[in-house]
Nanobody
Framework: QVQLVESGGGLVQTGGSLRLSCAAS????????MGWYRQAPGKQRELVAT???????NYADSVKGRFTISRDNAKNTVYLQMNSLKSEDTAVYYC???????????????WGQGTQVTVSS
């Protein structure tokens, strides 16, 4: 069974930085796209950034120039470096990944359990 485990969330002041990590564990064959999403209280989950297996990235307009997504394919891990944090970045951050566990199964989207990021002014 594949699991995605996030780490790195916490409390930071406005203008500060945090780095989130998300590692996939378990028996898997291949990981395709990976990404970060967030959900603030009372709001819908929204895309933050995605990265393909080849390293192409995509960002929400609200985080462009401040956040950087990267991945280490050897470690099955995706990162989110968050700089110049604002109060509106406060949310639970979730990672996801499209994973194939064997040649005979289809691609499945897996989600982590979420990690809280709180930005205080």
């Amino acid at each position: 069974q594949v699991q995605l485990v996030e780490s790195g969330g916490g409390l930071v002041q406005t203008g500060g930085s945090l780095r989130l990590s998300c590692a996939a564990s378990g028996s898997l064959l291949r990981i395709n796209d990976m990404g970060w999403y967030r959900q603030a209280p009372g709001k819908q989950r929204e895309l933050v950034a995605t990265i393909t297996s080849g390293g192409s990235t995509n960002y929400a307009d609200s985080v462009k120039g401040r956040f950087t997504i990267s991945r280490d394919n050897a470690k099955n891990t995706v990162y989110l470096q968050m700089n110049s944090l604002k109060s509106e970045d406060t949310a639970v951050y979730y990672c996801n990944a499209d994973i194939k566990v064997s040649p005979w199964t289809s691609w499945e989207t897996n989600w982590g359990q979420g990690t809280q990021v709180t930005v205080s002014s």
